[in-house]
């Protein structure tokens, strides 16, 4: 056959090119649908309620449920957390639960126009974070503003640096404490400012202090985020510190909404970047509590083996 010289280059090129695709597919390919690394694929699914999850009289009896259903960790909520140190530790004490995250507390709100405000937020929220240091805390959790909390600053860059460097003075008060501070996105019908996982991680990266961490919430990612997966990605296990869990359509328990309870593309993505900390439960309920959490927690458990 006899080739010009422009057929010529248009064959050299694309059989560059068809080299350059067929090195270079399979590490995109695995990047991008590989399961997670064999060693992340043992890792454990530490679970965690929050303080009204668990049926029970007393703090006790919703600790023995717990136990029971091999439930590992314990989130408190942060008012009036100082005065609930010594309760806690006794209460913890001998037991292989744990405290996970503390859910907020504070009063005020950072992105206040009101200095007395702001203020009372930072002030609240150093209270929080020396009890959840004394309490081996992985973080407090904290809303920049709810759409209800007004006046709040503009949605702009000079309040996104305002809010770094806020978190930087909090970030830097929480490793002294040897705890963290933790960013929680919210759904759009609750907060105007932060609202995806990447949001929050990309402040965290810009504040770059070890102190200030971020989280990720199924409920509030039903809405707000594409894959959750992805979200996860994007935290990756240097800034995700703690992960919310409810229903997916009515916040539930988990497996009270059906099918739309499904939760394995972000456990993958969990598993993805080591994530060894804890999945809390923030939900309500519909059913009885002694029937419907451990259902919930056998589905999660069977859809973490999935994963």
Same mark, same amino acid.
């Given at each position: 056959m006899n080739l010009d010289r422009r057929t010529f280059l248009k064959a050299s090129?694309?059989?560059?090119?068809?080299?350059?695709?067929?090195?270079?597919?399979?590490?995109?390919?695995?990047?991008?649908?590989?399961?997670?690394?064999?060693?992340?694929?043992?890792?454990?699914? #530490?679970? *965690?309620?929050?303080?009204?999850?668990?049926? &029970?009289?007393? %703090?006790? !009896? /919703?600790?023995?449920?717990?136990?029971?259903?091999?439930?590992?960790g314990f989130e408190p909520g942060g008012r009036g957390l100082g005065a609930r140190v010594n309760e806690l530790q006794q209460a913890l004490k001998g037991r292989k639960i #744990?405290? *996970?995250?503390?859910?907020?507390?504070?009063? &005020?709100?950072? %992105?206040? !126009? /009101?200095?007395?405000?702001?203020?009372?937020?930072?002030?609240?929220?150093?209270?929080?974070?020396?009890?959840?240091?004394?309490?081996?805390?992985?973080?407090?959790i904290i809303v920049p503003a709810f759409n209800s909390q007004v006046p709040a600053k503009p949605h702009t860059q000079a309040t996104r640096d305002f809010l770094c460097e806020q978190f930087n003075e909090l970030g830097n008060f929480a490793v002294e404490h040897h705890t963290t501070v933790i960013f929680e996105p919210l759904n759009r019908k609750e907060a105007f400012y932060l609202r995806q996982v990447a949001d929050a991680a990309s402040i965290c990266r810009d504040i770059n202090n070890p102190g200030v961490k971020c989280m990720g919430d199924f409920w509030h990612m039903t809405w707000e985020e594409t894959n959750d997966m992805g979200a996860f990605l994007s935290a990756g296990k240097e800034y995700l510190q703690h992960v919310h869990i409810a229903s997916r359509k009515r916040r539930s328990m988990p497996g009270e909404d059906g099918e739309a309870d499904n939760y394995v593309t972000g456990f993958k993505g969990l598993k993805m970047i080591g994530y060894d900390k804890y999945v809390s439960f923030e939900c309500g309920c519909q059913g009885d509590r002694k029937v419907v959490v451990p259902a919930a927690v056998e589905l999660l458990r069977k859809q973490w083996k999935e994963a």
């Open positions: 090129m694309g059989t560059a090119a068809m080299a350059t695709f067929a090195a270079v597919a399979p590490a995109c390919a695995g990047n991008a649908s590989a399961p997670a690394k064999k060693e992340n694929k043992d890792l454990e699914l #530490k679970l *965690s309620f929050q303080e009204g999850i668990a049926p &029970g009289e007393s %703090l006790t !009896e /919703k600790l023995d449920f717990m136990e029971k259903l091999g439930i590992v #744990k405290i *996970s995250a503390i859910c907020a507390g504070f009063s &005020g709100f950072i %992105l206040s !126009e /009101k200095e007395e405000t702001r203020k009372e937020c930072i002030d609240t929220m150093k209270e929080i974070l020396a009890a959840a240091g004394e309490l081996g805390s992985v973080g407090v």
